[in-house]
């Protein structure tokens, strides 16, 4: 059986979801922890995210990378144990093989015994398991709590909403989509393969959990704290802003050559996070956008991991793009230093999808956030920092399939870059700033993560 609460140490398993968008804020979240005295933190991975996971995480902490077995399923290729690895077709596939992870995680949890167990939100059936072994759990979800509450308004609905319904969710949520938005939040709700739903996985975790714990705090979304809080019922854990601690090591001497040639804040840095992929219009219009700004850019595109990237840039380019920005704009595919570009001098602007990490590390950069959000909590966190943090502008779509042109790019990045002594530029740099301020001041964050540990205890 798992020790109390009360004990001196406290032992944490993370157990995020097989995708790097979970697992990085697991990551943070037990970089913040494990230098408090006392903790000692077991960290669950697909065998081959380890290595990669290891050098995440801080080196002085105190934390162990458990491997673990991805069993076989039909259609998913042998190794391929990270949503970075497959392909749209077989992305599903790996909820089926973690759905089939029950006995070995129980076994494991037997052997380990921790006091908590932190889980993502594909483990629909992990708070039983833990239950049964007398370990309490935390649902961790790595979504803004804008995002949950938009989710967690739907609870009590027997049947999946219509498009029409989700445009304007019900009870208390103020938040209105466009029908594109609606249209792919539907995904929330379909089934594959047999498996739940991740609405339906959301319900079982949000009821089955001791605690939910979020990645925010009061002063960043404290009405949809409040929200969330009344529909779920449960204990919620704020754990404050996760910022990502200073990094280590330097850009690399071609990308730091290559923005050093131009003048301080005038870059604009473009890229999409680690799984959002842009169709072909979407490609084409964003790098006419970006020409047309005639400031220099760093645009990096990346594509589903069963395709080439470079043969997919030269077909979804404009003809001749290339050739008229050289020297001026570089397209890149493939994982960049993204921390380290965001804090070069040069680079004054950040064309982004809304992850909420780079969003963040935007912020903290002195960047001007231009957000074109591309799916599901992307919506609600461009809302976020562009309608209530007034700290950023979001690109014009059109309502019925989000498409937007070059001019609409153009509009949002001079809206925020040309005559930063104008509004709405002048607001939206001082909006940023306040933000930069607030969520680099270590004050808050460790009086956070020190509330956090003693509600975990008084669990
Ligand atoms: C919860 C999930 O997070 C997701 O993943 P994503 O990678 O976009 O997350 P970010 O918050 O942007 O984070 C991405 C992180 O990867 C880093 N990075 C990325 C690309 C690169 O080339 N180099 C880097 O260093 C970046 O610096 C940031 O820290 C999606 O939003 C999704 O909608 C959401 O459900």
New binding site residues.
Partial sequence: MASSGKTKELHLVMFPFF????I??FVQLSNKLSSYPGIKISFLAASTSVGRIETMLNSTASTTVIPLTLPHVDGLPEGVENTSDTSPETVELLKVALDLMRPQIKTLLTNLKPNFMFFDFAQWWLPEIACDLGIKTIFFT??TTISNAFVTSWFGHDTPPTIDELKKPPSLHPITLKTFQARDFMYIFMSFHGTPSVFDRLIKCFNGCNALLIKSCREMEGPYIDYVSNQVKKPILLIGPVV?DPHSGELTETWDSWLSQFPANSVIYC??????FLTDDQIKELSLGLELTGLPFLL?L?FPANVDGSTELKRALPEGFVDRVKGKGVVHS??????HI?EHESVGCYV??????????GLVNDCQLVMIPL????FF?SKLIALEWKAGVEVNRRDEDGFFGKDDVFEAVKSVMKDSGKEPAKSIRENQKKWKEFLQDDEIHNKYVADFVEGLKAL
């Avoid at 995708?19 to 979970?22: L, S, T, V």
């Fill in positions: 995708a790097f968008g979970h990085s804020p790595v979504f990502p890229s999409f996070g680690s799984e959002t990096v990346n493939g994982w960049v230093q993204q921390r965001l982004c999808h809304a992850g909420f990490s780079s969003v963040v590390e799916k599901g909590d992307q966190n």
